[in-house]
């Protein structure tokens, strides 16, 4: 099979360009902007997402038969203050991909998110209604909305805050905080943010699922656990034997709780996946070798 990941040199793509290649199971493309990862066996294309003529050009090369859609502007802060951008990138360029697919034969895998929802009371399934309330989570709804009208062969992969080692100047929360905590700098958590934390790799399990079967529709993969950012940042300090008093509770009654978390029961039982919780993601995490 022949898979063309877009975003294929970010923090989630070079994990499942690297898992879809292993064993010389699929043929995979990717693309990226400025950097070309290191090679896996695979084709890289530059390209940016806003340029149609350059990606009709990777489609005809790539000639694939599912396409991962993993690219965004993915910052909810840059999200609220580039609103047009945002748009432009999360929603336009989704629709032109969309097309191309359904111009190509392709399937189209879109990797969307838990902003989708308003964070009221959080752990939402699969068919809980959108109320997206920052501009990246309306960007993202609008762009799930574009896959659904113009794709005919589509599947939508929501997830919540991915945690892992990065490449090479890059961050994400995990080695962040590892980072801080080491050289001894304090982490106010709050107590009162809500997600389903879940490890780059078991969520490229899912990807890859979506990927290598037919199931159409929305879908949810996440962690097992449903924990404040304040539990989260705890269980890193444990497991990395960190001074946990530098994870301090922070509690502000003056806003609202955000409350997002996804329940993946459903899709976690489509794919036969196992759904890991927080202790083996960290766990595993702390075993993997990063890029």
């Known amino acids: 099979m022949r898979v063309l990941i877009i975003g294929g040199s970010g923090f ?8 879809l290649s292993g064993g010389l199971r699929h043929e995979v493309d990717g693309t990226f902007l400025s950097q070309a990862p290191p090679d896996y066996g695979n084709s890289w294309h530059r390209v940016e997402l806003n340029d149609a003529a350059g990606l009709e050009k990777v489609f005809r090369v790539a000639r694939p038969d599912v396409v991962a859609h993993l690219a965004a502007m993915a910052d909810v802060g840059t999200a609220e203050r580039e609103p047009e951008r945002a748009t432009a ?10 097309l191309l697919c359904e ?6 895998v879109f990797v969307s998110t838990e902003y989708v929802f308003d964070g009221r009371h959080g752990y939402y399934k699969e068919d809980d209604p959108p109320n997206p309330v920052t501009q990246y989570g309306r960007t993202k709804r609008e762009a799930e909305q574009e896959v659904a009208r113009l794709a005919s062969n589509w599947s939508i992969l929501r997830t919540s805050i991915v945690y892992g080692w990065p490449h090479p100047g890059k961050r994400n929360f995990a080695p962040w905080l590892i980072e801080r905590l080491r050289s001894g700098e304090p ?13 780059v790799e078991h969520l490229v399990d899912g ?4 990927t290598e079967g ?11 656990d449903w924990v404040s950012m304040y539990g989260f940042a705890l269980a890193i300090a444990e497991a990395f034997d960190l001074d946990r008093r530098l994870v301090i509770q922070d509690a502000d009654d003056s806003r ?28 595993a995490m702390r075993a993997g070798i990063s890029f």
């Open 12 to 19: 989630i793509g070079r994990y499942l360009a690297r898992r």
């Open 89 to 98: 990138v999360n929603v336009a360029a989704t629709s032109a991909i969309a």
């Open 103 to 108: 111009l190509h034969g392709a399937r189209l």
């Open 187 to 199: 982490y106010h958590a709050p107590t009162d943010v809500y997600r389903t934390p879940v490890y």
């Open 207 to 210: 990807i890859a699922g979506l």
């Open 214 to 224: 037919e199931h159409q529709g929305i879908h949810h993969v996440a962690g097992k």
């Open 256 to 283: 609202p709780a955000d409350m997002l978390g996804l329940d993946c029961a459903a899709t976690i039982a489509l794919l036969g996946m196992e759904q890991p919780g927080l202790i083996e993601g960290i766990t």
